[in-house]
């Protein structure tokens, strides 16, 4: 008993003491909360958030109609206020970034971060290319202001060109591989040679409806030269019968009369003309009573197409840099070979590396001879009568009939010397260009009287040396070997951002189609083909592998309806309306059977 009684006195005694020093502490508390007037910051922060929790509890149990009634009372800030408010809350926000992202870079620069991998901290120190320039799925960034290209003589506004631009697409949906066609020996030269479409609508043999529309010519430099099909088959192989080595090879691109053309070093030029027809089986196989015995096979493993060679020229050209030179140390090379045609009448043209072009006709006749640089000449193309050369940094048209050549300077142009230059294949008066930095640029021709830069494409999209192409509503460019990783890349430029202001929601999408990268490539050939898809031949850097693709890529051409009953689109579409003025416009629609 005297046990238990101290035991209780001892329990009340110490629950006296615990309620004694809750009194005191919060005494205490309440006094703490009080801050003297004019003390200011010295006030401890713990008392202010403890009041200000209070205000807040005392808020959450006050009644809501009250709550609504001191919110109607607060202060109100105008937007530019509330503007000024927000942006200083974002600046104190990145500052305190910026001391993180400096305390990291600190750490990683002298003794590295613990924990984290040396390869990491590598990556994060190490120098890349600006990731604002990078785009997502085709999306450009924002615009460069510090490149200007005003693209309208008489505009004055100025239009900045956005750079570092992604494809659109992938390559695989436009360009589809359909061969590769290995090489026994290597192969310098590559062309198309189109071909007659012999389809008619009456009833014809198998054989003649695979008929190929076009061939494609490979040339060794020892002269021999093979013929495939777009399959990868080979239709035909002969020799041109050149004792040097071959210097350039020109293929018609006119149906009417099947041409193949080549040039030595030593300046001998050699004709073949083909002649391509359907192959029938001669009368007397089938009169022909046949061995039981005998390996029979059929007519349809074979090609279709009968090809036979017939040499219809030769003759030495001008070689010499000067005609009055004949010391063989100051002979020039050829350095550019087409075949063209200009209103009905066939002609050769060719460049040297002294600057001069000379025009010869089908009979080998000297036509004209002119000199458009002292250095060589890069490129000559021709597209529906404009023929166009590169030389010097320039470019310019040549006249075959007057055998004359002008070379032209655009207004507005101030980039670097041009060393490609074609005509565009769907406007005549348009001029395709890359200069020596790899920017495409878009001239606008005036009668051949004058050019003015009308579009440029981004600049560093393309990296020099480039090689340029057109279809319908595109532009193809070609970098055969990229100064770094030696890797070749073919790109598809769209031609609809030409002539739209940089304010244009179209020029918000990224101008590169797609994009193609592979092993280098020596040259390449294009070939057009009506409701067909283009063609696209490529030759690897060591002339062993030639790649045959197809461009399955249509531009969209919207219809203008005038009121005449004209229109300015496509005069070759027949599935086409017009509209005709009347009081009420009627459409009148020409069906095909198929539709």
């Known amino acids: ?154 505009e004055a506004d100025e239009r900045p060109i956005a750079r570092g631009f992604a494809s659109a697409c992938a390559f695989g949906d436009f360009m589809v591989s359909k061969a590769v066609v290995p090489q026994e020996q290597p192969v310098a030269f590559i062309g198309f040679l189109p071909l007659r479409n012999h389809r008619s609508a009456a009833p014809t043999p198998l054989a003649q409806v695979a008929m190929p529309t076009v061939l494609l010519v490979a040339a060794q430099a020892d002269g021999e030269i093979r013929l495939f099909t777009v399959s990868g088959d080979l239709a035909m192989t002969y020799s041109t019968g050149h004792k040097k080595p071959l210097a350039q090879l020109a293929v018609s691109p006119m149906q009417d009369e099947y041409m193949i053309a080549a040039v030595d070093e030593a300046g001998a030029m050699r004709v073949h003309r083909l002649l391509v027809r359907p192959r029938r089986s001669p ?133 670097p010397a041009i060393i490609d230059a074609i005509s565009d294949s769907s406007m005549q008066s348009r001029v395709l260009a890359a200069d020596q930095e790899g920017t495409v640029w878009v001239f606008l021709m005036r009668e051949k009287q004058d050019c003015k830069v009308e579009h440029r494409f981004p600049r560093a999209v393309t990296r020099p040396p480039v090689t340029l192409s057109s279809v319908r509503g595109y532009i193809l460019t070609l970098e055969r070997m990229r100064r770094f990783g030696g890797r070749s890349e073919i790109m598809a430029l769209n031609m609809s951002h030409v002539g739209k202001g940089w304010d244009d929601p179209a020029r918000d ?67 086409m309306g017009t509209i005709r003025s009347s009081a009420m416009p009627t459409m009148r629609l020409k069906m095909s059977p198929m539709s």
């Open 283 to 415: 009368q007397e196989q089938k009169r022909r009573v046949t061995n039981p015995d005998e390996e029979k096979v059929s007519q349809y493993l074979s090609s279709p197409a009968n090809i036979t060679v017939q040499f219809q020229m030769g003759m030495k050209l001008p070689y010499l840099s000067d005609s009055n030179t004949s010391n063989s140390s100051e002979r020039a090379n050829v350095s550019t070979f087409i075949l063209t045609s200009h209103q009905g009448v066939k002609y050769f043209v060719m460049g040297d590396t002294s600057g001069w072009i000379s025009i010869i006709t089908r009979n080998g006749t000297l036509h004209g001879r002119t000199r458009v640089s002292n250095s060589t000449v890069q490129r000559i193309s021709a597209h529906l009568g404009n023929i166009i050369f590169v030389s010097a940094g320039q470019w310019g048209f040549l006249d075959v009939d007057k055998g004359t050549a002008r070379k032209y300077v655009c207004k507005k142009y101030d980039g």
């Open 509 to 575: 999408v990224s101008p590169v189609s797609f994009r193609r990268s592979g092993l280098p490539i020596a040259s390449w050939a294009i070939q057009k083909r009506y409701q067909e898809g283009d063609l696209v031949a490529t030759l690897s850097q060591d002339g062993m592998e030639i790649e045959i693709s197809e461009l399955m890529m249509q531009a969209y051409q919207p219809l203008h309806l005038w009121r005449d009953g004209s229109r300015n689109g496509n005069k070759d579409s027949t599935a």
């Open 1 to 154: 008993r005297p046990v238990a009684m101290y035991h209780s006195s001892s329990f009340h005694v110490l629950h006296m003491l615990l309620v004694l020093t809750a009194v005191l502490v919060a005494v205490s508390e309440s006094d703490n909360d009080v801050c003297v007037s004019g003390e200011g910051s010295s006030c401890p922060a713990s008392v202010v958030h403890r009041k200000a929790k209070r205000v807040r509890s005392a808020d959450a149990r006050r009644p809501q109609h009250e709550t609504k009634q001191r919110e109607s009372a607060s202060p109100t800030l105008s937007l530019l206020d509330q503007e000024v408010l927000e942006l200083g809350k974002l600046t104190d926000l990145y500052q305190q970034r910026l001391r993180v992202l400096e305390d990291l870079r600190r750490s990683l620069g002298q003794t590295g971060m613990p924990g984290l991998p040396r390869p990491s901290a590598q990556a994060l120190l190490e120098a890349v290319p600006p990731i604002a320039e990078q785009v997502v799925a085709g999306a450009p960034p924002g615009r460069a202001t510090s490149e200007i290209v005003e693209e309208e003589e008489e």
